[in-house]
Every structure is written in structure tokens, then in C-alpha cells.
């Protein structure tokens, strides 16, 4: 499974921002997705998640009621809504699919968009 995000850019705070990750491959051992974040010289963190069908998400304590995941698996994509972005947003954002193999459950990752939030 090959991830591509897109979509990223800068924006000021209190703007928006919409990023999408098209998925390309064996799409159909696709299961659950997610998206993450990277700030300078910080960890990798968990901004939220979405179930194979969408009917699920869970988000970080720190973007809920501003950002909304939503997936279209008839066009084998996900999305990342953004809202009142602050500059804390600031972030390399990542693209992560999680994947059921006769191996078991294997992870693929995008290359990233950056978003630059100013104040």
C-alpha cells in the first residue's frame, strides 16, 4: 500500500486547512487509519483515528471540536479537516494505514505534509 498526503501549506491562525491521503495498492487489506503529527524536536504524536468504514473516529485531547477525519473508500482516501488552527498545530502531519496481512497487522505511512501555522 503506497499513502500520499497532500493538501498541507501555511495558513494563519484561525484558518483551515483540509489535507488528503490517497491510498494506492492492495487497498482492500486496508483496516483502520490514522493521522499524526511531528513538531521540531518533538515525538511523533497521535492527532486521531478513523475505523474501516468511517463510522468511528477518536481524536487527541488537543484537537478535538477543531479537526474531523472522514475517509471515502469508494475512492480509497482519507481526509483531515482542520479548524481555528493554532500555531501549536505546526507540524509535519503523517498519513498511516493499518493493514491485515496473512503476517498479521502491518503499518504504512505517507511522506508527509507540512503545515505551518502563523500567529
Known sequence: ?????SGGGLVQAGGSLRLSCAASGSTFSI???GWYRQAPGKQRELVGTITSGGGS?????SVKGRFTISRD?????MYLQMNS???EDTAVYYCNAERLTAWGI???WGQGTQVTVSS
Open 73 to 77: 473508500n469508494a475512492k480509497n482516501t
Open 31 to 33: 483496516n483502520a487509519m
Open 85 to 87: 488552527l493554532k500555531p
Open 1 to 5: 500500500v503506497q499513502l500520499v498526503e
Open 57 to 61: 473516529t477518536n481524536y487527541a485531547d
Open 106 to 108: 502491518r503499518d504504512s
